[in-house]
């Protein structure tokens, strides 16, 4: 692809952060690998979430010694969801990315994402080969499988940590507690064209998950329903024709 069709996109990579100590140096060094070849102006925008370990300083280090890196602390735990929102409200670039500080996927991977960016409004990673336990593999087929059933919106894996988003379409989706697992169809929503591509996928680098069992089961079901009774309701129209006459103007006055 020529790169005049990307002339126009710039580009702020979201990283939410709680508690990654142990992640987030080799993380830079990983990111720095991608920033030294993207194609586009690329910027990082990490969202501490309320971390209770080193996560904080290591990334006002990362920030204030690195051109290019800038940081949001949330006053408490949020969630990923209201980190996501909150890293999306303060982006001011053309595109939005997103990828998790676990390492689980690669920085460099968003080169081929930035391919397709030009004629899609997403571009999602598919994790192949996951490098995952047999329970978290087993949980995600099923959450996603019953997903894609439900609201049949033909992503085959929503969590996966590697997103590009028009960040116009990003800012109007209807946010809400668990929306991270809906993001493609919630820009489906506005009409976006979402293309899916595998990328890698590895062993976490250090740390542990977030998530087990019960929350990787119970929270994508539940949201699951939620989101079919929002899409139900959810307003969306088009403008055929406008006529606007000028405020009339009295003695002077409007």
């Known amino acids: ?38 194609p586009v102006p690329t910027q990082v925008l990490f969202v501490n ?3 209770t370990d080193s996560s904080l300083d290591q990334i006002r280090g990362i920030c204030h010694g690195n051109a290019g890196y800038s940081y949001l602390s949330l006053d408490r735990n949020h969630g990923l969801s209201t980190a996501i929102k909150a890293g999306i409200d303060h982006c001011q670039t053309t595109h939005i990315g997103y990828i998790d500080s676990d390492l689980q996927t690669s920085p460099l991977d968003f080169m081929l994402l930035l391919e397709h960016v030009p004629h899609h409004e997403m571009v999602i990673g598919i994790r192949a080969r996951r490098k995952d336990t047999f329970i978290k593999k ?33 800012k109007r989706v209807p946010f809400f507690d668990g929306m991270h697992r ?16 595998p990328v890698q996928h590895f062993e976490r680098y250090a740390g542990y998950s977030k998530y087990h069992l019960f929350n990787r ?34 003695d002077g006055r409007i």
């Open 217 to 250: 089961l119970w929270g994508p079901l539940n949201d699951t329903f939620a989101f079919r009774w929002m899409r139900k309701r959810y307003i969306t129209y088009g403008i055929a024709e406008e006529f606007r006459n000028q405020p009339a103007v009295v």
């Open 138 to 170: 087993l949980s995600s087929k099923i959450a996603n499988g019953f997903r894609r059933y439900m609201i049949n919106d033909g992503i085959v894996d929503t969590g996966c940590p590697l997103k590009i988003m028009d960040a116009a379409y990003a």
């Open 49 to 51: 979430d309320g971390s």
């Open 1 to 38: 692809m020529p790169d005049s069709t990307l002339e126009s996109v710039s580009l702020t990579v979201l990283v939410p952060v709680f508690n990654e100590e142990g992640c987030l140096q080799r993380f830079r060094e990983a990111m720095d690998a991608f920033l030294a070849q993207s």
């Open 182 to 197: 809906f993001l493609p169809a919630l820009l489906q929503l506005q009409g976006a064209k979402i293309k899916q591509l």
